[in-house]
């Protein structure tokens, strides 16, 4: 199997394959220029090519990203790399810049037992702020819930599928079950009457946008204020699946964050032995 063809087993576009290979095409040549071997990728290298192709001032940097993380996906699926650099593949994903410090399971407990839980956003926020903490989701995820989504009987979470990723059912935390008791019968209405915007999503925007991430960004500002190493959302959701990985092993954890591509049973005896 080569890029194309890997490509191909994925039943995009002809355009799409022919951008993806393209960009692909840029990837390896900057390898053969920077003399890295696939087995001696690391991760660093990632983010350096990133940096340099921001520096050359590259439009399309979002598709640049995306044929990336297929030609890594690539590189995994037929064992061209090492074992360090799957996992920090799987746990880091590739972004412009990755948070340097990922924050303890202790710390991420902190974080959301001081959050202030104080009036109709405070409440909605703390709902939020545990489905990022105890459920390691994406923005994107939580963006697209619905009350139906939320099994409080059964003390479950079913997470429907996204462009990013699998659809999976995870647990609920004991120290997140007041709060989404809460705000699913009473907050949530309360919420909607205010913004004067009914939807079927459990959460919603107030103030007129209707840009989830405003949402997630003025959380993590507010997280910031009382726990000053905590920078983003990606950086919970990062150190989420380290202890993830730690706790529950690597294939629980592709299971557990939803990942689409799950590596072949011998990489996966490899790296669990």
Known sequence: MNFKTHLE??????????????????FTAWMEQQY????????QHLRNF??????????QIDMQLS???????????TEQVTETFITDFYILGIAVK???????????????????????MGKRNKAILGLLIFQGLRVAELSELKPEHINLKKKQLRVPETRATKSRVL???????????????????MVMEVAEQ???????????????????????????KYTPEARATTQIRMSVMKYWLEEQGFER?????????????????????
């Not at 647990?171 to 209405?189: A, C, F, G, M, P």
């Open 98 to 120: 990755a948070p340097d410090t990922l924050l303890s399971k202790e710390r991420l407990q902190f974080i959301y037992e001081n959050y202030p839980s104080k009036g109709l």
């Open 50 to 59: 990133i940096e340099h192709r921001i520096k050359e001032k590259e439009k």
């Open 9 to 26: 087993s994925l039943r995009y576009t002809e355009n799409i394959c022919y951008a993806y290979l393209r960009y692909g095409n840029i």
């Open 198 to 224: 009914p939807t079927d999503k459990l959460f919603m925007c107030m103030g007129g946008s209707d840009k989830f991430d405003n949402v997630t960004d003025k959380l993590v500002k507010q997280v910031r």
């Open 253 to 273: 954890l592709q299971e557990m964050a939803g990942q689409r591509y799950v590596l072949n049973p011998p990489l996966l005896k490899k790296k669990l032995s």
């Open 171 to 189: 647990s609920l935390h004991k120290n997140q079950l007041d709060s989404l008791v809460e705000y699913i019968s009473t907050v949530r209405e």
């Open 67 to 77: 044929a990336l993380r297929h030609y890594c996906q690539y590189l995994i699926n």
């Open 36 to 43: 890295i071997k696939p087995e001696e990728l690391c991760y």
